[in-house]
């Protein structure tokens, strides 16, 4: 059974730092493009970032450019997302989620088939 799992959220003052993790299991996980989502109350699930089989490939949407930085481990089936110099507009469900394939960049819910729990971010003022 696919079982994807975060970690890492937590509360944070603005300006801060986090790393976000995503453990996979029940897949090959370097079949799988890999993807982190967030959702802010009362707004849709946004995809910020994707990366590709092997972590050659990385995409950010203009928000997190810069700020945000995408990584995989194949041997230990594990995503990163290192967050910096978060705003209180970054507080957010942040979701991973894993795709066979698609038309990169990944950044669309229907796309993935597996997805974890969530975890939560809080970027305090």
């Known amino acids: 059974q696919v079982q994807v799992m975060e970690s890492g959220g937590g509360l944070v003052q603005a300006g801060g730092s986090l790393r976000l993790s995503c453990t996979a299991s029940?897949?090959?996980?370097?079949?799988?493009?890999m993807g982190w989502f967030r959702q802010a109350p009362g707004e849709e699930r946004e995809g910020m970032s994707c990366i590709d089989w092997s972590g050659v490939s990385t995409y950010y949407i203009d928000s997190v450019k810069g700020r945000f930085t995408i990584s995989r481990d194949n041997a230990k089936n594990t995503l990163y997302l290192e967050m910096n110099s978060l705003k209180p507009e970054d507080t957010a469900m942040y979701y991973c989620a894993a795709a066979r394939g698609g038309s990169w960049p990944l950044i669309n819910e229907a796309d993935f088939a597996y997805w974890g729990p969530g975890t939560q971010v809080t970027v305090s003022s």
């Open positions: 029940g897949l090959t996980f370097e079949d799988y493009i």
